[in-house]
């Protein structure tokens, strides 16, 4: 059966968050609360739903489809639920009252809806008692982590009488419609991923005294450096709450007999109500623009200091299996934390993962995607050495775990295709059924060409994928000669189609390769950087024009260049998580790989279905979207910017991106047919001077710069199709109007400056 409709009790952080999510997906979603003792008895569901549209980062993908949740209060409007396929609860963390609410759920909702609990760590075989048959056979614990719309993880737990059916309807709904990453963990306090992480964070507060350390040389030991997020340690519990860290540390020691009970002077601050970010201080305090860092013995606030070490420095710049390796001798008191830290953690790791787990890969993935670690404690176990391991416990008087017995040199064997099982075996890693994994197929042999700056791979059923891997997979030379081998390799075997997609965790590409774009204007080389701008525009075009299907399959940052390439596709398959923008106005210059023309065309030609449209409004809407710079902040925004066509799809789930743009490949390629050049009529002079009097006046209201007038008289120009009447104009025409606007734009001093500061800074410069 289909989940069509979820219902949602408590609209707290998580549970309006779960709702935003939800509605995000498209998915309908009734958000009940307790009711008000005054007023509108539905507020409480109302103030959730306010809370996440208004959240920084923001919860939903697109507001608009906040108007999909269905706002009510559990006294009023508990019959809502009989709609709903799936029921989540997310309710105080307290066992009576979630069984209070279940004995009414039970009596509302249909006979084959699921009814799931968020309960970060409370047993499902507690939460069912006194239910009937069917009602457990229906219970599941689904276990989100905030904020639902980015932390990757969903912990799936079953009770101990839960069906398979309900087991594979909401692991298939959480992967597919919700695109979470999901794990079976054990019915056990805490599940896998706070049983583990929570213990690693008070191991870190506990050590701070241990190792005579400030704060900050904590979070710089446990932060990046270890492939972990920049908030780390500390800057973590401030954003998790210093009261639900302590509330959580005590449940499980309550619970597990295990002591994960915090300092005693973290639980003063919590008396003191020095509870983090939501209390304004805790372990870190802003006072205006300034971070102030707590003095673990005076309990006082001090100005943040910056850790200056050559070699943290140093291990930052290595690759993460290199950083490990080389902890192993680092030198100094930094050096045997880490080691100590890491040994311990390891230790306690292996000790529990029989108990909370059902495999290796579990684990790792829950703190990869729980915790936003980059390699998950097994993998790192393997960066770190099995036998230093094995040397280090007996050093520190501690037992040698079972596992690490039965693991031979590692625990992920050939490539990491295969992993170590519970009975000492190896068999292969398992992902989601129909996934793709670039990777995977790099180990089976399925690379048909290769370079420095790119690869074709074998997808199966006469389908290929170019994959970049340059820094950034910036489009550089060496990444347009193996977009046009590709397109080549292609049709010379008479393939099905092309998929343009990678395996990298955050950036389909940062654009073209400014690096040499800036080396040849140094150098004053005219000839060759036009003769690159028209290669970079023939690339984009060959897309468009190949006599078979093309599909790109972009996600995270997709800028500049990556934005052109995805726009001449057959079709886009775009992950939900995707930041699109033509951004070239940061360094000086317009989109010139056809991104100005493409947006000029789309727009057009969508206006011309409307016979009292305005031609200039086309010029316009482009416009503002490359003279601002705009970059979407989802695909669902992507769309409505105009990036997307009506055609184009989106994939919730980044695991099954590259299986769903091959399956768009297969769905065209038969009886496909390569589109022509298209043709419009430019606006000429009378466009051109509405755009140019619009960057006047914003010149004139002080919001930009002279230099920056410039530029969009440029981006005009080119929209305009010049400064003449209005004419009919090929792609091509205005192709050759991009790349005279680009030259022109590179001559300038305030564009050479532009350029040199990003590729120093990384930051856009405003001159």
């Avoid at 540390?249 to 915090?262: I, M, S």
């Avoid at 391991?389 to 295709?417: C, H, Q, V, W």
């Avoid at 078979?548 to 800028?559: E, S």
Wanted: proline letters at 4%.
């Amino acid at each position: 059966m289909r989940i069509r409709r979820i219902g949602i009790v408590g609209a707290g952080t998580m549970g309006a968050g779960i709702g935003a999510l939800a509605a995000s997906a498209g998915i309908p979603v009734v958000l009940l609360d307790i009711p008000a003792t005054q007023g509108d008895p539905s507020a409480p569901a109302k103030k959730g739903l306010e809370r996440q549209l208004k959240s920084r980062p923001p919860a939903f993908m697109d507001p608009d489809r906040a108007t999909l949740i269905r706002l009510g209060n559990t006294r009023d409007d508990l019959a809502w639920l009989r709609d709903c396929d799936l029921v989540i609860e997310a309710i105080i963390e307290q066992v009576e009252p979630k069984r209070e609410l279940y004995s009414r759920l039970e009596s509302v909702v249909q006979p084959n809806a699921i009814v799931a609990s968020n309960t970060s760590g409370i047993p499902m075989k507690q939460l069912v008692e006194g239910r009937s048959q069917g009602f457990r056979e229906r219970f599941v614990g689904m276990h989100f982590f905030n904020p639902p719309r980015y932390l990757h993880l969903l912990e799936i737990i079953a009770a101990p009488e839960t069906s398979d059916d309900t087991l594979t309807r909401a692991r298939r709904f959480a992967e597919r419609v919700l695109g979470k990453g999901t794990i079976r963990a054990k019915d056990v306090p805490g599940f896998v991923a706070n049983r583990l992480g929570v213990y690693g964070m008070v191991l870190a507060l506990r050590m701070l005294d241990e190792f005579n350390l400030t704060i900050d040389e904590v979070d710089a030991l446990t932060g990046p450096v270890l492939g972990r997020a920049k908030s780390a340690t500390f800057r973590t519990a401030d954003l998790t709450g210093l009261d639900v860290l302590d509330h959580v540390a005590k449940e499980l020691t309550r619970a597990t007999g295990e002591d994960f009970e915090l300092p005693d002077w973290v639980q003063q601050m919590v008396a003191k109500g020095q509870l983090g970010e939501k209390s304004g201080a805790g372990f870190y305090k802003k006072v205006g623009k300034e971070i102030l860092t707590l003095d673990r013995r005076t309990l006082e606030y001090a100005p943040q200091r910056k850790i200056e070490s050559k070699e943290l420095d140093a291990l930052n710049r290595l690759p993460l299996s290199t950083r490990f390796a080389r902890i192993r001798e680092l030198e100094g008191n930094y050096g045997e934390f880490a080691r100590t830290y890491l040994l311990r953690l390891s230790h306690f790791v292996l000790e529990r993962t029989t108990a909370v787990a059902y495999d290796i890969p579990s684990v790792d993935q829950a703190m990869e995607w729980g915790y936003a670690w980059e390699a998950g404690p097994f993998k790192q176990m393997d960066m770190f050495g099995l036998q230093f391991l094995r040397e280090g416990f007996k050093r520190a008087g501690l037992s040698e775990p079972e596992l690490i017995r039965k693991a031979k040199e590692s625990f992920y064997a050939d490539n990491s295709t295969k992993v170590l099982q519970f009975d000492g075996s190896y068999s292969s890693v398992q992902g989601i059924p129909g996934a793709v994994t670039l990777a995977g197929l790099h180990s089976q042999k399925r690379v048909l060409q290769e370079s420095d700056d790119a690869s074709l791979i074998d997808l199966g059923d006469g389908v290929c994928c170019l994959e970049f891997h340059s820094k950034m997979n910036t489009l550089g030379q060496g990444v347009l000669d193996a977009v046009r081998n590709a397109l080549t390799r292609v049709e010379r075997d008479g393939l099905a189609g092309l998929v343009i997609g990678n395996d990298d965790p955050r950036t389909f590409t940062a654009g073209a390769d400014l690096s040499s774009v800036g080396a040849l204007v140094q150098r004053g080389e005219w000839k060759r950087i036009e003769e690159a701008a028209a290669a970079f525009q023939q690339t984009s075009m060959s897309l468009r024009f190949a006599p078979f299907p093309v599909v790109i399959a972009p996600f995270g940052l997709t800028l500049g260049g990556g934005c052109e390439f995805s726009l001449h596709a057959d079709l886009i398959q775009a992950h939900a998580e995707l930041y699109m923008g033509l951004v070239e106005v940061g360094v000086g210059i317009i989109p010139a790989g056809g991104g100005t023309k493409e947006l000029l065309f789309r727009f057009t030609k969508e206006l011309a279905q409307y016979e009292e449209a305005d031609p200039f409004e086309a010029a316009k809407r482009a416009f503002k979207l490359i003279a601002m710079a705009t970059t979407s902040g989802s695909a669902l925004e992507a769309k409505k910017l105009g990036f997307f066509r009506d055609r184009d799809r989106i994939t919730m789930n980044r695991d099954l991106l590259i299986a769903d743009a091959k399956q768009r490949v297969l769905d065209l390629a038969p009886g496909y047919v390569a589109p022509t050049m298209q043709t419009i009529t430019a606006v000429g002079k009378e466009g051109y001077g509405n755009l140019k009097y619009a960057a006047w006046a914003m010149r004139e209201a002080g919001q930009i710069t002279d230099f920056e007038v410039k530029l969009a008289n440029e981006i005009a120009y080119v929209l305009c199709g010049g400064d003449g009447p209005p004419r009919i104009v090929t792609e091509q025409d205005v192709l050759d109007l991009e790349r005279d606007a680009l030259l022109r734009l590179l001559g300038t001093k305030e564009t050479q400056e532009r350029i040199e500061h990003m590729l120093k800074t990384g930051k856009p410069l405003r001159n």
